[in-house]
């Protein structure tokens, strides 16, 4: 079956650290997206791409860095200039064909 | 600019409907969605409504769309402890690139017994 695969589901980081997180789809979707979010706040957008070799930035980029050298493959590094990375990521993708965006499973990361 | 709202939080009793209601801004969004997200885990697409439909019924759930308030309601039948999750509105605007989706904060719903 087709989807989209994050990993690891936990990650702790330390102070000072960059830690990447992983986002795979297999459903041939051009569009990919990161959410992060926080209890009661919804879901802010971070980054997101249309195309491979290209991506735009959200409303939280801050912090953040993507890059997009492979259609199935959108992985978001929480670089240690972000301030409060723990939160709960989602990543998602769509197309012109699909309504709405298929979801991953969310990873949780944790400054530790 | 665009907007979803959506009241935070809603208490059921199991067996009872459960409505949750969501206003959007963008007068000239075309698709609305309904999102529901269980503890830990991602988002799982329930059910959506096209802009030129008032209503869509999906076994248990009822959606039902007045453009002219731009108002949505998601209303669940029967409701049971499995529907105990967060509920996301969201929709399309017509500025957003490439079907850029703008999610409300979400309503927890809870079902007791």
């Known amino acids: 079956d087709g989807g989209i695969t994050q990993s690891p589901k936990y990650l702790f980081r330390k102070e000072g650290q960059n830690v990447t997180l992983s986002c795979e789809q297999n459903?041939?979707?051009?569009?990919m997206y990161w959410y992060r979010q926080d209890p009661g706040q919804g879901l802010r957008l971070i980054y997101y791409?249309?195309?491979?070799?290209?991506?735009q930035k959200g409303d939280i980029a801050e912090g953040y860095s993507v890059s997009r050298e492979k259609k199935e493959s959108f992985p978001l590094t929480v670089t240690s200039a972000q301030k409060n990375p723990t939160a709960f990521y989602l990543c998602?993708?769509?197309?012109?064909?699909?309504?709405?965006?298929?979801f991953g499973s969310g990873t949780r990361l944790t400054v530790v | 600019g665009e907007d979803v709202e959506q009241s935070l939080f809603l208490s059921v009793r199991e067996g009872d409907s459960s409505v949750i209601n969501c206003t959007y801004t963008?007068?000239?969004?075309?698709?609305l969605y309904w999102y529901k997200q269980e503890p830990g885990a991602g988002l799982q697409l329930l059910t959506y409504?096209?802009?030129?439909?008032d209503m869509k019924q999906d076994q248990r759930l009822t959606v039902l769309l007045n453009k002219k308030d731009k108002h949505l309601s998601l209303r669940i039948a029967d409701t049971q402890t499995g529907d105990s999750a967060i509920y996301f509105c969201?929709?399309?605007?017509?500025?957003?690139?490439?079907?850029?989706?703008?999610f409300g904060a979400g309503t927890r719903l809870a079902v007791h017994p």
């Open positions: 998602a993708s769509t197309d012109t064909r699909a309504y709405g965006y298929t």
């Open positions: 459903l041939n979707h051009d569009a």
């Open positions: 791409s249309q195309i491979v070799n290209d991506f």
């Open positions: 963008d007068s000239s969004s075309t698709y």
């Open positions: 409504i096209f802009s030129n439909m």
């Open positions: 969201a929709e399309t605007p017509s500025s957003g690139g490439y079907n850029k989706l703008i």
